[in-house]
């Protein structure tokens, strides 16, 4: 089994950046996708970016493209993901979540097998 922990989160201003972090550990994947997703009060779990390994190819949502970015540093085991020009509509709980192989959609959260206690993220002035 995969534990992963996020990290990062809080409270910033709009326009703000933060970047949160994923820390995998235990069982390892081959091949796999990390993705983010994030919920807010009263709303569904939505996609906002994953990273598909080891090819490297990233997915985005539409709300968050062009803001967010989300990579992977091999050297710590983390997966991340930058936010700039925050929003008050990006407040949430950001969970980080691992998929083992490649079938099926990224987008989806019911296709991951493990997911982190998530990190809240505030945007508010």
């Known amino acids: 089994q995969v534990q992963l922990v996020e990290s990062g989160g809080g409270l910033v201003q709009p326009g703000g950046s933060l970047r949160l972090s994923c820390a995998a550990s235990?069982?390892?994947?081959?091949?796999?996708?990390m993705g983010w997703f994030r919920q807010a009060p009263g709303k569904e779990r939505e996609f906002v970016a994953a990273?598909?390994?080891?090819?490297?190819?990233?997915y985005y949502a539409d709300s968050v493209k062009g803001r967010v970015t989300i990579s992977r540093d091999n050297a710590e085991n983390t997966v991340n993901l930058q936010i700039n020009r925050l929003k008050p509509e990006d407040t949430a709980v950001y969970y980080c979540?691992?998929?083992?192989?490649?079938?099926?959609?990224?987008?989806?959260?019911?296709?991951?097998?493990?997911w982190g206690q998530g990190t809240q993220v505030t945007v508010s002035s």
């Open positions: 990273v598909r390994w080891p090819v490297g190819s990233t």
């Open positions: 235990g069982r390892t994947f081959s091949n796999y996708y």
């Open positions: 979540a691992a998929k083992q192989g490649w079938s099926g959609s990224p987008y989806y959260s019911s296709a991951y097998d493990c």
